[in-house]
C-alpha cells in the first residue's frame, strides 16, 4: 500500500466520535470545536473511573489495580491464614534467635509480616511511586516530540487534543508500570528480596505462597526453606534498620538513574498510534501497555546511568555478600542443607528471570549483582581478621564500604581497607620520602624561595 493510502492515525481517531473531514479532506475547526469538546469530555469520564493522576503525570490507581490483576491472573493469592501468619512469626523469632550470635546489628522493632502477592503490592506502592514518578520527564519530553511532528495543517487540532493525548500516555505508561510490580509480586520471596528496601520502615515480611512455589523440586522440607530464607530476610532488615545511609542511597540512586531514562520515539510514536486507532478507554491501554513491556524505553543507557548501574550493582552484592556471611555462620552447625539452599539463591539470583525482566518493564533496570560471591568473601576476610563488630562497624559510613576494586583483594581489604586509601597512604609515604631527599640535596638548609 502506497504511504498516500496509509490511513491517518488522527483521522481514525476523530472517526470513531464522528468528527470527519470535508470533502476537499480538510478539518473546518469551527465545526470540530463541539465535536472536540465532546469527545475530550467523554474520555475523561473514562479515565475519572480509573482514578486520576498523581503530580508526576502517573495514573497510581490504575498502576496499583493493573498490577493486582498481575497477581490474580498468575495463580491463586489467598491471604495468608491466622495459622499460616503463627508459623511464619515463630519462623522469624527462630531466626531472630539464631542472628543474634552472629551480627553485632539489633533486631527490627516491627513484628514479622506475612503477605500474600496483593498485599506486598499495597506495602510496597509509596516506593514504587517514589523511584517510578521520575520517568514522567522522559514522558513529557516524548509526548512533546510527538506534537511537533504533526502536519502543519493540523497544528490547532493537535495542540486542542494535546491534554487528551499526554493524559493517553499517561495511561499507557502507568499500564507499564503495573505490568513490572504485579510481575515483581508473583516472583519475590520476601520484603527486601530484591537486595534493597521496598517498606518505608524495616519489616521481616514473607510471601508464603512465593516460597511454596520456590520449594517445589528442592529436596529440602519446606520449613527448612521457610527458615532460611527467613534468616536472610532478617538479616537484611537489620542492617536497612541499624544503617541509617544504606538504604535512602540504593532509592536515590535507582531514583537518579529513572531520572536519566529516554523513550524510544519509533516505539512511543507506534502505541500512540495504535491507541488513538483502537479508542482511548483505560482498558485499551491496559492493553497496550501490556503489548509495550519492555520495549517502550531507548535500550541504550547514558554514560552517568552506566555509572550509576555499576555503583548500584556494587552496593547490593555488598548487601547480599554480608547477608551471605552472616547467614552461614549463623547456619554452620544448625542447618545440614544451608549450604544447597545458599546456592539455589545464588543460581536464582544469577538467573534473574522473571524478577529482571520485571525491573526492566518497571524502570529499564537491568540489576545483576555479578560480584555477591566476592563481596561475600571480603566479609568473610574481614570477620575472620577482625572479629564480628569490626566487619559490621565497616557499614558505618559509605566510604568504608567495599568498592568494586577491593572485591578483587578481599585479604587485602581485610589488612588494610580501601585499596583507594592504601594508595592514598603510599603516596603520603612517597611524598615524605621526596621531601627528606629534597633537604638531604640542599644540605638541611630548608626549603628556599624560588
Do not use: C
Not at 519446606?222 to 540504593?250: C, I, K, S, T
Not at 522473571?354 to 545483576?368: C, D, Q, V, W
Not at 565497616?394 to 572485591?407: E, I, M
Amino acid at each position: 500500500m502506497a504511504a498516500e493510502d496509509q490511513p491517518n492515525p488522527m483521522e481514525e481517531f476523530l472517526r470513531q466520535f464522528g468528527i470527519t473531514p470535508g470533502p476537499d479532506g480538510t478539518f473546518d475547526l469551527n465545526q470540530l470545536m463541539g465535536p472536540l469538546q465532546q469527545a475530550m469530555q467523554q474520555f475523561s469520564r473514562q479515565m475519572s473511573a480509573a482514578g486520576t493522576g498523581t503530580g508526576d503525570g502517573l495514573n497510581w490507581t490504575l498502576i496499583k489495580d493493573i498490577a493486582r490483576k498481575v497477581t490474580a491472573s498468575s495463580g491463586p493469592d489467598p491471604s495468608p491464614a491466622a495459622s499460616e501468619a503463627v508459623a511464619i512469626r515463630d519462623t522469624v523469632g527462630l531466626a531472630e534467635l539464631w542472628l543474634d550470635e552472629h551480627t553485632s546489628f539489633g533486631r527490627t522493632s516491627a513484628s514479622a509480616a506475612t503477605w500474600s502477592r496483593a498485599e506486598w503490592v499495597e506495602a510496597t506502592i509509596g516506593t514504587w511511586e517514589q523511584l517510578a514518578g521520575s520517568v514522567s520527564n522522559s514522558l513529557a519530553a516524548a509526548v512533546g516530540s510527538l506534537l511537533q511532528r504533526a502536519e502543519p495543517e493540523a497544528a490547532a487540532m493537535v495542540q486542542m487534543m494535546e491534554p487528551m493525548m499526554r493524559m493517553a500516555a499517561a495511561g499507557m505508561l502507568s499500564a507499564q508500570v503495573g505490568q513490572g510490580i504485579g510481575r515483581l509480586a508473583t516472583e519475590v520471596l520476601s520484603g527486601s528480596d530484591l537486595g534493597f528496601p521496598l517498606t518505608p520502615k524495616p519489616v521481616v515480611a514473607l510471601l508464603p505462597t512465593n516460597i511454596s512455589h520456590f520449594a517445589e523440586g528442592l529436596d529440602v522440607p519446606l520449613a527448612d526453606v521457610r527458615l532460611y530464607l527467613a534468616l536472610r530476610e532478617a538479616a537484611r532488615q537489620r542492617l536497612f534498620a541499624n544503617v541509617a545511609w544504606l538504604g535512602p542511597q540504593m532509592l536515590a540512586l535507582i531514583e537518579h538513574y529513572a531520572r536519566g531514562i529516554s523513550i524510544d520515539p519509533s516505539a512511543f510514536e507506534e502505541a500512540m498510534e495504535a491507541q488513538m486507532q483502537g479508542g482511548l478507554t483505560p482498558e485499551k491501554m491496559e492493553e497496550f501497555g501490556q503489548q509495550m513491556a519492555g520495549r517502550i524505553f531507548q535500550p541504550a543507557l547514558s554514560e552517568e546511568q552506566v555509572e550509576i548501574l555499576g555503583r548500584l550493582e556494587t552496593l547490593v552484592a555488598n548487601v547480599e555478600g554480608w547477608v551471605d556471611d552472616v547467614v552461614s555462620q549463623a547456619t554452620a552447625n544448625l542447618m545440614p542443607r544451608a549450604d544447597a539452599l545458599l546456592e539455589m539463591v545464588r543460581r536464582r539470583r544469577a538467573s534473574a528471570g522473571a524478577s529482571e525482566s520485571a525491573l526492566k518493564t518497571l524502570l529499564n533496570l537491568e540489576l545483576r549483582p555479578r560480584r555477591v560471591r566476592d563481596a561475600a568473601n571480603v566479609w568473610a576476610a574481614v570477620r575472620s581478621a577482625k572479629g564480628v563488630d569490626e566487619r559490621d562497624a565497616v557499614w558505618s559510613h559509605p566510604d568504608l564500604v567495599p568498592t568494586g576494586a577491593d572485591l578483587d583483594d578481599p585479604l587485602g581489604f581485610a589488612a588494610h581497607g580501601h585499596v583507594a586509601e592504601q594508595a592514598a597512604a603510599e603516596l603520603d609515604d612517597l611524598d615524605a620520602a621526596l621531601a627528606r631527599l629534597i633537604e638531604e640535596e640542599r644540605g638541611g638548609e630548608g626549603p628556599r624561595a624560588d
